[in-house]
């Protein structure tokens, strides 16, 4: 079954990261969190407010942005 897990990252915040049925990581915090409360709020949060969320194309990046990367 597909799961949130919570951990701690080497400074000390909490982190939460989603895996899928097989195990692969799908997606990860962009932040950590003092507590594991705040990282549970936002776990709470990705799952009621995501439910209904488009699926949207990437902007096209600034020429002077692909000339960079």
Known sequence: MAKFE???DSSGDY?????SNS???LAVSAEGYLNRANCEHAI?????????A???D??????SESLLG
Do not use: D
């Not at 982190?15 to 895996?19: L, N």
């Not at 709470?44 to 209904?52: A, Y």
């Not at 990437?58 to 020429?63: C, E, R, T, Y």
């Open 6 to 8: 919570i951990y701690q």
């Open 15 to 19: 982190r939460w990261r989603f895996q």
């Open 23 to 25: 195990g692969k990581i």
């Open 44 to 52: 709470i949060l990705i799952k009621r407010e995501n439910s209904n």
């Open 54 to 56: 488009p699926i949207a």
């Open 58 to 63: 990437a902007p096209k990046p600034l020429l």
